[in-house]
């Protein structure tokens, strides 16, 4: 199954298939299969997937949100007042067990926050927050310098700028 052709991550569509996928988190895998396409055909979020032919190994979903000041680290809300800060969030990311330790995770994570940061480019947002579903989920978004809300350790924000920088110095 390995030498079928790997994709660049893409939209989501009917014609992917996600039967087979399996992340080892039950959540997950339901979230892909039953909700993902709905979600999108309704506007609450784009879910982006990275496939070998037509079958999913692994996705994430993006959607506009907005946090309460408080929940925010200081980095992400210094000279935003008191008022809701606007961030775009990572609401689900996975990779099927099969594709796991081949950096395919870490490849689809900055594609999630190249298309984040393009998307705060054109419309606006602080910074870039991600929901860690357990703690292993939290470390490795923490290897990527992203900071833990003060009221919640498992989500997980990243600034923007931070971002874009990390981006000019890979270029």
Same mark, same amino acid.
Do not use: W
């Given at each position: 199954?390995?030498?079928?052709?790997? @994709?660049?991550?893409?939209?989501?569509?009917?014609? @992917?298939?996600?039967?087979?996928?399996?992340? +080892?988190?039950?959540?997950?895998?339901?979230?892909?299969?039953?909700?993902?396409?709905? $979600? *999108?055909?309704? !506007?609450?979020?784009?879910?982006?997937?990275?496939?070998?032919?037509?079958?999913?190994?692994?996705?994430?979903?993006? #959607?506009? #949100?907005?946090?309460?000041? %408080?929940? =925010?680290?200081?980095? &992400?809300?210094?000279?935003?007042?008191?008022?809701? &800060?606007? &961030?775009?969030?990572? =609401?689900?990311?996975? &990779?099927?067990?099969? %594709?796991? !330790?081949? !950096?395919? +995770?870490? =490849?689809?994570? /900055?594609?999630?926050?190249?298309?984040?940061?393009?998307?705060?480019?054109?419309? !606006?947002?602080?910074?870039?927050?991600? @929901?860690?579903?357990? %703690?292993?989920? /939290?470390?490795?978004? *923490?290897?990527?310098?992203?900071? #833990?809300?003060?009221? $919640?350790?498992? @989500?997980?924000?990243?600034?923007?700028?931070?971002?874009?920088?990390?981006?000019?110095?890979?270029?």
């Amino acid at each position: 199954m390995d030498d079928e052709v790997l @994709h660049s991550p893409a939209l989501l569509a009917k014609s @992917h298939e996600i039967a087979g996928f399996d992340c +080892g988190k039950s959540p997950l895998n339901d979230f892909l299969r039953k909700y993902a396409l709905q $979600n *999108q055909a309704s !506007g609450g979020a784009r879910t982006y997937v990275i496939a070998r032919g037509k079958r999913v190994i692994g996705y994430y979903s993006l #959607a506009p #949100a907005s946090v309460a000041p %408080e929940a =925010a680290p200081d980095r &992400v809300t210094k000279g935003q007042g008191r008022y809701p &800060v606007p &961030v775009i969030l990572m =609401a689900r990311f996975a &990779v099927d067990q099969n %594709e796991q !330790g081949k !950096g395919l +995770g870490k =490849a689809l994570l /900055r594609d999630a926050l190249r298309r984040a940061l393009y998307g705060a480019e054109a419309i !606006g947002g602080r910074a870039f927050l991600v @929901h860690a579903k357990d %703690e292993e989920a /939290r470390t490795f978004y *923490q290897k990527f310098g992203m900071e #833990a809300s003060p009221t $919640n350790s498992l @989500h997980l924000f990243l600034l923007f700028k931070d971002i874009r920088q990390s981006i000019e110095a890979e270029a």
